[in-house]
């Protein structure tokens, strides 16, 4: 169990950080230790007056009745001399995360790199705690968003990425990298998976597994998915839910899988220009023949599902995260009645989805 010391001025702190590089490099601190991140250059004396601390505190949260506190502490980067509580013009990027116990002893941390260049934060990464329940067990879900280092630019948006922790033999132990489809004794045992016949193709799936299937909510760049995980509890360990093939000439070639979808349209201007969108029968450009509707103010859009391709990979120094993305993309929906479905950038947006950042 990893245990904090007194907090330490910023003499002492100056004075020892030398041989403290030292000792992180060589000294780990128990189990649910994290890895030490890459050290960047330090910065001038007087760039560091210009950094504040910050910490939100978040919890408690209750997993198999025991309690803890997610901790995130920010280094605020004003934008004058100024405490940055005082200035509006602050940028922040999370530090450090820790996780507490009942008794508030620090049972787990992990800290994050950020470098300062030409009076500007090159990371600016946030984090915020929630819990995913089910039947068999609960996680400690901790999400971060990665924002872009100059929002401004055009086509730059924030990354979603997570950490998921659960309780095994009493113990609060992160769940690791997702596990490929097919791995994991109890979430598919033997490795051996099997396909099912669904809407649009083929499903692949564990034939047996005692993990249970929850959704993790996963923005795909205009709306949310809910994208199926399979968590064995016991074990402390998770898992890709599925993946899905058609035929084509006889042969399988992976395609999207159903997903159940999460989209509020933004509203459009009365006086705004009236796009169009592609209708298509099938969620298959090359053989459906789609009918070109205008989307109107008074249309009534309702959002049924996705089709996507999921990519599973880690993100972070050590890949202690996990990251979600899509290929493939296809939204069905109803408008004023008539079913079918569109995909493409100018068709989200017409259906007012553009692409964007997920909300925090």
Request: negative net charge; hydrophobic residues 40%; charged residues 15%.
């Amino acid at each position: 169990m990893c245990h904090l010391s007194q907090p330490l001025s910023r003499a002492q702190r100056l004075f020892l950080k030398p041989a403290l590089s030292l000792l992180l490099a060589s000294v780990s601190c128990g189990q649910m230790a994290a890895h030490p991140t890459k050290q960047f250059p330090p910065n001038s004396p007087q760039t560091s007056d210009r950094l504040r601390d910050s910490v939100t505190r978040q919890g408690p949260f209750t997993l198999s009745d025991q309690r803890y506190t997610v901790l995130f502490q920010y280094k605020a980067l004003s934008e004058n001399p100024l405490p940055a509580a005082a200035s509006p013009n602050s940028t922040s990027t999370l530090a450090r995360l820790e996780i507490l116990n009942a008794h508030d002893a620090a049972i787990y941390h992990q800290d994050f790199a950020y470098n300062v260049t030409q009076g500007h934060l090159q990371e600016q990464l946030t984090a915020s705690a929630s819990l995913l329940s089910g039947t068999g067990g609960v996680a400690l879900v901790i999400r971060f968003l990665e924002h872009p280092d100059h929002p401004e630019n055009a086509g730059t948006f924030a990354k979603e990425s997570w950490q998921l922790f659960t309780v095994v033999n009493g113990q609060l132990r992160p769940l690791g990298p997702m596990l490929p489809l097919g791995h994991g004794g109890d979430i598919t045992v033997g490795g051996v998976v099997t396909a099912v016949m669904m809407k649009g193709g083929i499903a692949v799936m564990p034939m047996a597994s005692t993990a249970e299937v929850l959704a993790l909510r996963v923005w795909t760049g205009n709306f949310y998915a809910l994208v199926p995980v399979r968590f064995d509890w016991a074990h402390g360990q998770w898992g890709e839910g599925q993946q899905c093939y058609r035929t084509s000439n006889g042969t399988l070639t992976e395609s999207g899988c159903i997903l159940p979808v999460q989209a509020v349209a933004q509203p459009r201007s009365l006086d705004a220009d009236l796009p169009y969108v592609q209708l298509f029968a099938a969620p298959d450009a090359a053989t459906a023949s789609p009918q070109d509707i205008m989307i109107t103010p008074s249309k009534r859009l309702e959002f049924l599902e996705t089709l996507a391709i999921v990519h599973w990979h880690s993100e972070g120094l050590q890949g202690q995260r996990v990251a979600c993305t899509f290929s493939d993309v296809w939204l069905r929906l109803r408008i004023d009645g008539q079913e079918g479905w569109v995909h493409g950038q100018d068709a989200f947006a017409a259906l007012g989805l553009p692409q964007t950042s997920p909300a925090p």
